[in-house]
């Protein structure tokens, strides 16, 4: 692969954005989602190919989960 290629690296493991939301919001109060706000075109589930992280060598080293926790951290840290 070219050395000014891009490459969108992921686990290759679907998740919705409710799970998203969801991880994002623990231990807070749960937004409801009005079903006449969400656009028909938008994604159910959010994903991507593993196959360049593969093909690199690449593997991440946090989880998703880790990646939430750590954020949340971080955001009541600088934000309170």
Same mark, same amino acid.
């Given at each position: 692969?070219?050395?000014?290629?891009?490459?969108?690296?992921?686990?290759?493991?679907?998740?919705?954005?409710?799970?998203?939301?969801?991880?994002?919001?623990?231990?807070? &109060?749960? #937004?409801?989602?009005?079903?006449?706000?969400?656009?028909? =075109?938008?994604? !159910?589930? %959010?994903?991507?190919?593993? &196959?360049? #992280?593969?093909?690199?060598?690449?593997?991440?080293?946090? =989880?998703?989960? !880790?990646? %939430?926790?750590d954020l949340r951290q971080w955001a009541?840290?600088?934000?309170?």
């Amino acid at each position: 692969a070219p050395s000014n290629s891009v490459y969108q690296l992921c686990s290759g493991e679907p998740r919705s954005f409710a799970e998203l939301f969801s991880m994002l919001l623990e231990g807070r &109060a749960v #937004a409801e989602v009005d079903p006449n706000r969400i656009r028909a =075109s938008e994604p !159910q589930v %959010i994903f991507g190919t593993a &196959a360049a #992280a593969f093909a690199l060598g690449w593997k991440p080293e946090y =989880s998703l989960e !880790q990646t %939430i926790l750590d954020l949340r951290q971080w955001a009541k840290e600088v934000y309170g």
